[in-house]
């Protein structure tokens, strides 16, 4: 896979998932523009690796409106389109309800779902001067059922990902831009396991690793997968199927 030329913005671009997307990508040729909030020694790794013409580093909190129309302005320095805006940023809460306050409830739907809403309202302008932009968002693997036993803020949070992502898809076609949602299980560095030994609950007895996401990466990007759109891909390896 070739991603030549395209300008590509992954979130959370410095550490974890974010960081092996954006260095997946530029290995394949793209431009990335590499997100961070607070901490950018990632970043400034893959610059270090791949060079400043392929690397652009942009501070800013993706659930702020304000740093997100920052970051809008910093992009068009650069380039006057995104081939591709993948929002992976995300944080997790694992408690019961009556165990969430409210300020914890606001703050996973804002990392979660509020930053999914600003970064792709505020970078639909660059996503339409595209020939064929992708939007990728990250949901997780049973973010598509209704309920949840203990992550209810963040499970809500997800779906409604799944939701956005569908409805832009409706709206953002005749723009020829395609939205997608990837939802990965349990990954080696998942911060939450049902269990040590994946063999205990995943079918395919082993914990996800980035290489996974690849060939879904990749075949969104593809050059001909413009009919590609609306989908929640899940990765988990049979797990929450």
């Not at 805006?85 to 509020?114: C, F, H, K, P």
């Not at 779906?159 to 939802?183: C, F």
């Not at 990466?217 to 009919?227: A, N, V």
Request: overall charge neutral.
């Amino acid at each position: 896979m070739n991603h030549e030329n395209k300008w590509i913005f992954v979130s959370g671009a410095a550490s974890r998932t974010g960081h092996a997307i954006a260095r997946h990508l530029i290995e394949q040729k793209a431009h990335v523009v590499a997100n961070f909030h607070h901490h950018r020694k990632g970043i400034d790794d893959l610059i270090e690796v791949f060079g400043k013409d392929r690397v652009v580093a942009v501070k800013g909190d993706v659930s702020s409106e304000r740093d997100v129309r920052f970051m809008v302005d910093q992009v068009k320095k650069y380039t006057d389109r995104l081939d591709g805006l993948i929002n992976v940023v995300g944080s997790y809460l694992e408690r019961q309800t009556l165990e969430i306050s409210l300020t914890e409830w606001r703050s996973i739907l804002a990392n979660n779902l509020d930053s999914v809403f600003l970064m792709c309202q505020n970078f639909y302008p660059l996503l339409k001067q595209s020939r064929n932009a992708r939007v990728i968002n990250f949901a997780y693997s049973a973010a598509d059922r209704v309920a949840a036993s203990k992550c209810q803020p963040y499970h809500i949070a997800k779906m409604g990902v799944i939701s956005l992502s569908k409805t832009l898809a409706k709206e953002w076609g005749k723009d020829q831009i395609s939205v997608n949602v990837i939802s990965p299980g349990t990954l080696f560095n998942s911060v939450i396991k049902t269990s040590e030994d994946p063999k205990d609950y995943i079918p395919q007895e082993r914990f996800g690793r980035y290489e996974d996401l690849w060939p879904i990466l990749d075949m969104i990007f593809r050059e001909d997968s413009t009919y590609l759109t609306g989908n929640n891909f899940h990765l988990s390896g049979g797990y929450n199927l």
